[in-house]
């Protein structure tokens, strides 16, 4: 939450059809990070303060109208139909801010970089302030005329003059003003151009004729960059995750290829970690300092704690919650499972839903066996208990501290402190059998072929 001496609220545009995608996916739920760009754009308004946050959506996606349903109320909707442009767009929202004495900022439910830090300089002055950017290509990009420190006037490049294409400060779309200012405002604003749409950008010459003061403040391109495909999408992603090693290493996180390390937009890693190359983390990781990640993990919605080593080819799903000293191998899955101090399943194991004590021993192939098919239910291994390989523990089921369960068994009953567990066939055997089972199936096979070749 920032320091404000105004009431603030949000208006974030997300009606546009995203037709460029080519995706059935509307475009403000296309994911940045593991998280909506949507989302993206409501934690910026959330963390300026805005006490009311209203997203206009689309008649064409019901699904962006739920998203926002489920996250911030009914009452943050509101309907841009039929599209008519972005002038139109924020309209659309005036009902739903009505008594709402404050200022306003609008922003864009596809451009997922732009943070609340980026946005705040729009609240410092008064009457209209739009967030402009130095473009490396200015190309089909609106521009800013700046006088000194006023605004004068945005200009399409479509209209403008050879002077006014050579700037290179652009407009990000972004704008601010109070709420009745912005309004009235928008009330005067007409469609007559050549698509016959309502133009916010119109906002700042109306404002300059009504006298208001009409300002630009500066962010970095990138962070103003709007996603219209699936190369910017893509774009988006390379820049969002070259923040976030940088922000790494910066904090003593050890990588040796930055470049193959993929991060959520929440993922928390202390100094000290070692990331080896090609590890993916989804939502909600958290890993504490000194802990060593190996390549080709992926950790999602899980705890690791200092000294514990995770991977090769390892996967944390989330509830994997690991302790001091942990070992979890190659090709070994963990979902759902509190795993104590010095507690190891080094290879080829699966471990959903239950505990491992401190210092237990997970043999390769051991697999807890937690779900019937309707039920998931737990298993329990005490601390210091050994599980040969190859076992099976079906749930509910728990292995006492200090146990021991033999290579090849299922495990259906509990096992007792210290006790050993077989759960397997007796082993039988036949001598001569091997042999007599050759020399029966080749005389089978060399009939059949003389019967073929008869």
Request: one cysteine or more.
């Amino acid at each position: 939450m920032t320091s404000q001496t105004r009431p603030r609220a949000a208006i974030i545009l997300a009606a546009g059809q995203g037709t460029r995608m080519k995706s059935p996916l509307p475009k403000v739920l296309h994911p940045v990070a593991h998280r909506a760009m949507l989302d993206h754009a409501i934690d910026a308004a959330e963390g300026l303060g805005c006490e009311r946050i209203i997203v206009v959506v689309g008649t064409h996606s019901p699904e962006v109208r739920a998203h926002v349903v489920k996250r911030l109320g009914e009452a943050a909707v509101a309907v841009q139909d039929p599209p008519l442009g972005t002038g139109h767009a924020v309209r659309a929202a005036e009902q739903a801010l009505a008594g709402f004495d404050g200022d306003v900022v609008i922003t864009y439910g596809d451009v997922p970089l732009l943070k609340a830090a980026d946005i705040e300089p729009v609240f410092a002055g008064e009457g209209v302030t739009v967030i402009g950017f130095e473009a490396r290509d200015p190309g089909a990009y609106g521009r800013l005329i700046i006088e000194g420190d006023t605004l004068t006037a945005i200009t399409e490049a479509k209209e403008a003059s050879p002077e006014v294409l050579a700037i290179t400060a652009c407009n990000s779309g972004v704008m601010a003003a109070p709420a009745a200012l912005l309004f009235s405002l928008l009330a005067e604003v007409r469609n007559d151009n050549a698509k016959g749409e309502y133009y916010l950008t119109d906002v700042v010459e109306l404002a300059r004729r009504a006298g208001h003061p009409t300002h630009a403040v500066f962010a970095a391109e990138d962070a103003v960059m709007g996603v219209n495909a699936q190369a910017e999408l893509a774009q988006a992603e390379a820049l969002f995750q070259a923040v976030q090693r940088e922000t790494f290493l910066a904090a003593g996180v050890t990588m040796s290829a930055p470049d193959t390390v993929h991060f959520a937009w929440d993922t928390q890693v202390g100094g000290g970690t070692v990331i080896e190359p090609f590890v993916v983390f989804g939502p909600g990781a958290v890993i504490k300092g000194g802990a060593r990640i190996r390549s080709f993990s992926h950790i999602e919605g899980a705890r690791v704690a200092s000294g514990a080593e995770v991977g090769p080819y390892a996967r944390l799903r989330p509830g994997a919650d690991l302790a001091e000293g942990v070992k979890i191998g190659n090709f070994v899955e963990v979902k759902n499972v509190k795993m104590a101090a010095g507690a190891k399943a080094n290879h080829l194991a699966y471990l959903g839903d239950g505990s491992v004590g401190a210092g237990a021993n997970i043999g390769a192939g051991t697999i807890f066996c937690n779900y019937d098919g309707f039920n998931k239910a737990r298993t329990e291994v005490g601390a210091g208990a050994f599980v040969g390989s190859n076992s099976s523990l079906v749930a509910p089921v728990s292995v006492g501290a200090g146990a021991i369960v033999a290579s090849g068994s299922v495990i259906t009953e509990d096992v007792p402190q210290d006790a050993l567990a077989f759960g397997r066939a007796r082993q039988t055997l036949k001598p001569n059998a091997g042999a007599a089972f050759r020399e029966k199936a080749k005389a089978k096979k060399e009939a059949a072929k003389a019967a073929k070749q008869k």
